[in-house]
């Protein structure tokens, strides 16, 4: 039986795969696995590295870049650990797998691709101090968060990008303990959303040199969704003025669970509950045989947004193992910007 064969048929023994358990398997049993609490104490640089007793972790990186040539382009990169067992163990008996995921979007097409490794024999994993994950050649890794490598490539597409942090974490919901449904599910989640980003785009054309702003997401949990719920509509948005904000809408049969996260110029963050801000499509395309919206209002009167936020193609399609819809935005209405998008479960 080959590696490839192994690898597909573990990831079937993962808690939920294939069952209606929230988008993925994420609202599979956390039975045996830590579950996250309020309260708990960051220790960096630790906790930049892997929990393995938790159920399931990401690494998540997207930026929006303007080439030389003068054009939008958008990159994804994205490394996720999932967890057969809550115990540790060496070598091919360890329970860890990992997925990587990368993309380039273009206004015109998507380029993605997809890495699948099995823990514990060195092809895949994540180091704390000093940082690196990554997946076979792909790689994000440098002294700590602060600075990065970037790099990863498919069959037509590659990058080689450096980030630098210019501002500091931000930890979302209540000191990094972030809520997602109203039965109490919930993460541990905290961003870098201060990336400067230089490097270059390896396309079919030629190579692009780009510099722009990027994005990380750092999220772990052993039952992030309900049961219910089926997957969800996440915003990062970065505005003009300097200020951002990450918002989501999960979509469940008891109706959705919202959260947002404003961040001020300076890094300040501020928790914005269920019910705060709102997302309203505005129009859809049809993508990989599905209608997926791909132009949003989204208000949060609070703080005086209502905008319109649109996707720069609609064809950003991720055909993997786990299907979603992943691109940069752009923002115009009471405030203007550029952002990412992410949509699950349509």
């Not at 358990?21 to 696995?33: I, T, V």
């Not at 930049?48 to 080439?67: D, F, K, M, Q, V």
């Not at 704390?128 to 076979?136: G, K, L, T």
């Amino acid at each position: 039986m080959s590696v490839r064969i192994c690898l597909i048929l573990l990831m079937l023994a993962l808690p939920g795969f294939g069952r209606a358990q929230g988008y993925a398997g994420l609202g599979g049993s956390a039975e045996g696995f830590s579950v996250p609490k309020p309260g708990y104490q960051f220790h960096f640089p630790q906790d930049h590295g892997p929990h393995p007793s938790y159920r399931i972790e990401w690494w998540y990186l997207t930026a929006n870049l303007l080439g030389e040539d003068g054009r939008d382009y958008g990159i994804q990169w994205t490394l996720f650990r999932s967890a057969l067992k809550p115990t540790e163990k060496e070598g091919w008996q360890s329970p860890q797998l990992w997925l990587g995921h990368a993309a380039v979007t273009t206004p015109e097409t998507h380029y993605f691709a997809e890495r699948l490794s099995r823990g514990g024999i060195g092809q895949a994993g994540v180091t704390a101090d000093p940082f690196e994950a990554w997946i076979d050649e792909w790689h994000m890794r440098g002294p700590d968060l602060e600075a990065l490598h970037l790099l990863a490539n498919g069959a037509d597409f590659g990058y080689d990008l450096t980030l630098e942090a210019k501002g500091p974490l931000v930890f979302h919901g209540e000191n990094g303990y972030s809520v997602k449904s109203a039965d109490g599910q919930a993460s541990y989640y905290y961003s870098q959303p201060f990336y400067d980003v230089e490097g270059t785009l390896h396309l079919p054309g030629g190579e692009v040199a780009v510099t722009g702003k990027g994005w990380l997401d750092r999220e772990w949990s052993s039952q992030p969704l309900a049961e219910d719920q089926s997957g969800w509509d996440w915003f990062s948005l970065s505005l003009d003025d300097g200020d951002k904000m990450m918002a989501f809408r999960l979509r469940g049969d008891r109706g959705d669970f919202t959260a947002a996260t404003w961040i001020a110029e300076d890094g300040k963050a501020t928790a914005i509950p269920d019910g705060s801000v709102a997302f309203e499509p505005l129009a859809t395309a049809r993508v990989a045989g599905r209608d997926v919206p791909i132009r949003w209002r989204v208000t949060l009167p609070d703080r005086d947004l209502d905008v319109e936020v649109s996707a720069l193609t609609p064809d950003a399609w991720m055909a993997t193992r786990f299907e979603y819809w992943e691109g940069p935005v752009q923002i115009i209405g009471s405030h203007s910007g550029h952002g990412y998008l992410e949509m699950t479960g349509y």
